[in-house]
């Protein structure tokens, strides 16, 4: 028996605001097909997971006590699997009362990519292994299953309740629960097998990349432990070979080891983003969050795609516009359900005007207070009133995040792979911006390899912009380039890095993509880099040309923070030979680059 101990507290389920709850019917998936509901928790009777309660709730309690919550029961159906089912115990609130002190870190792409990183010379095979119906192997305290209560209806309309035994898929212990036993056979493996390897199991989907020589015995342990301990393996998913899917992404180590999409999954995306492509099209706000949760997945591999997802971003909590003709009644009852930020709290009684919405504009004229609300002017007794609704179901697409969706499905289609091999490149690098007004600077150093660090060793650009030389899109509301610095000392570094790479300094690498360091003494770009993301203009379209200037070198960008007194090469770079004089006549003009920072900054907008 596994108890659940530590995980339900009396004070958190005594609450007045939160209860657990009887829930007397399942889900419309499950409703739909009552058959196939039924012949699944039959399965799971059968096996042992699951017991009937013929005398229902009122047998329920008694058995439990208190301890009582049923949830729904769903069916989850995808074309080329079987179906699944699926207990929702969020809404009898089983999930939200449960505690968990321990958090799960699963493996992702990134920890394949670090372990063949460190051998890039040696011939991998892949070995995946799943563990069948991984969840309901672990058994739950009795005292502690009535948080596991379904009804079931079959296909006469009769009711039929059970409890799970063991934890069912659905409820927040269960993953918990079973990574505690999966992390208990993974560590079992690691002691077992003696050769170099990787091992890495998510929830239950194994991963093992063993060298070839090795991996037809290594893999033959692996399930031989398996089935020592006990632990039921799905063996029709059982795989060895140089390509194989696991969690989702289709890997291969045949020549350069790399990961790509699966058919599947390509397809999903690009039928999702279709409706985005064409400029005026309305897209469902729901829909829009779920193509988001699927690119979001898709670029933890694909990392420098990240950046172009702010329009999306964007897209997705985009107000929609209502215009609302209201007279002196209606404005004054509209005013008394606006909060200090002018968002609509209440349902107006008056005028269709709903809760959550924002008020913008009254005529031409921007609204930011209340009583100015009130005092307005008006035309003949009415007022035309523009508010935002962020809230609305659909949202309609612009100009740029169609050309946005275009881009993405395009790599989409293509295939780009994901390389899983990044090598460290040597060297040390500083760049740095200043604004002062509508006058910027630009400033970059990189220490040739061998060259001892003194001034006059160095490599450097040094750029000087002007408000007019900034396109629309750059310049910043407030007038002062300041507001802005930010996508400043992104630009710096990557002006710094298209000069090392233009000198030559960056080596050529042929198997994977090399990663270049440089420092940065803005803390909020290191972040913002790290992130591959961010959601303020001008410094998202920075990033997304940083982005595509990488991936067609094959380079993968790594900022490190430095402290401002410790960059004062780049500061002075930047800041222009009129005010450090001294230190500009250490430096060598022949060692000066001149990068083309206009082509640079444009080339994310696709």
């Not at 790399?258 to 599947?264: F, G, H």
């Not at 710096?492 to 440089?518: D, N, P």
């Not at 909020?524 to 790290?530: D, E, N």
């Amino acid at each position: 028996h596994t108890r659940l101990q530590g995980d339900w507290s009396s004070d958190v389920c005594s609450s007045d605001l939160v209860e657990l709850g009887i829930l007397e019917e399942p889900c419309g998936s499950a409703l739909e097909d009552p058959d196939c509901l039924m012949r699944l928790v039959q399965a799971d009777v059968e096996a042992g997971f699951a017991d009937w309660i013929p005398g229902g709730v009122e047998e329920a309690r008694r058995l439990f006590g208190a301890n009582c919550a049923a949830g729904k029961l769903g069916l989850v159906k995808k074309a080329g699997s079987e179906p699944r089912l699926v207990g929702d115990s969020s809404i009898s609130c089983a999930n939200q009362l449960s505690r968990i002190r321990e958090k799960i870190e699963l493996p992702s792409l990134f920890d394949v990519e670090q372990f063949v990183s460190r051998h890039p010379s040696d011939r991998w095979i892949a070995f995946s292994l799943d563990v069948a119906k991984a969840h309901k192997r672990i058994r739950v305290h009795p005292s502690e299953q009535g948080f596991s209560l379904f009804c079931a209806v079959d296909s006469a309309g009769q009711n039929h309740w059970l409890v799970y035994r063991t934890c069912h898929f659905g409820a927040a212990w269960s993953a918990y629960w079973w990574s505690r036993a999966g992390a208990a056979y993974v560590r079992c493996v690691h002691r077992l097998l003696h050769g170099g390897h990787f091992l890495a199991m998510y929830v239950d989907d194994l991963l093992a990349l063993f060298k070839q020589t090795d991996a037809p015995l290594q893999a033959s342990l692996c399930i031989m432990l398996a089935c020592a301990l006990g632990v039921p393996l799905s063996w029709h998913k059982l795989q060895l070979s140089t390509d194989l899917n696991w969690i989702g992404w289709r890997l291969c180590f045949t020549n350069e080891p790399c990961a790509s999409l699966p058919d599947d999954k390509r397809v999903r995306i690009g039928v999702a983003l279709r409706a985005l492509v064409q400029e005026g099209n309305s897209v469902c706000r729901r829909e829009l969050r779920q193509l988001l949760g699927m690119l979001c997945w898709f670029t933890t591999g694909a990392r420098w795609l990240r950046p172009w997802l702010s329009e999306l971003f964007h897209l997705l909590f985009k107000q929609q516009l209502r215009f609302q003709k209201l007279d002196a009644a209606q404005v004054h009852e509209l005013a008394g359900v606006l909060s200090d930020s002018m968002r609509v709290l209440a349902k107006c009684r008056l005028a269709d005007i709903l809760p959550g919405w924002q008020l913008l504009s009254v005529g031409s004229r921007e609204v930011a207070t209340k009583h100015e609300l009130l005092g307005l002017p008006h035309r003949s007794g009415w007022w035309w009133v523009k508010f935002g609704d962020s809230e609305s179901a659909k949202v309609k697409v612009s100009k740029a995040e169609a050309a946005v969706a275009r881009f993405i499905t395009q790599v989409v289609n293509e295939c780009v792979p994901v390389p899983l091999v990044v090598s460290n490149a040597t060297g040390i690098a500083a760049a740095d911006a200043f604004a002062e007004g509508k006058t910027a600077g630009l400033g970059g150093w990189w220490l040739p390899a061998g060259a001892p660090l003194r001034p006059e060793c160095l490599q450097y650009f040094s750029v000087r912009i002007t408000w007019d030389d900034l396109p629309d899109w750059f310049r910043p509301a407030s007038g002062d380039l300041q507001s802005c610095i930010a996508a400043l000392e992104a630009l710096a570094q990557l002006l710094l890095l298209a000069c090392r790479v233009e000198a030559q300094e960056v080596s050529q690498h042929q198997v994977g993509w090399l990663a270049i360091r440089q420092m940065c003494d803005n803390l909020g770009v290191v972040g913002a880099s790290a992130k591959q993301l961010s959601l303020k203009r001008p410094l998202a379209a920075v990033l997304q040309s940083c982005a595509l200037f990488c991936s067609r070198k094959r380079l993968t960008l790594r900022l490190s923070h430095v402290a401002g007194e410790r960059n004062e090469w780049a500061d002075m770079l930047s800041r222009g030979a009129d005010r450090f004089n001294d230190f500009w006549q250490k430096l060598s003009p022949q060692r000066r680059c001149f990068p083309k920072w206009k082509e640079l900054l444009a080339l994310g907008q696709v």
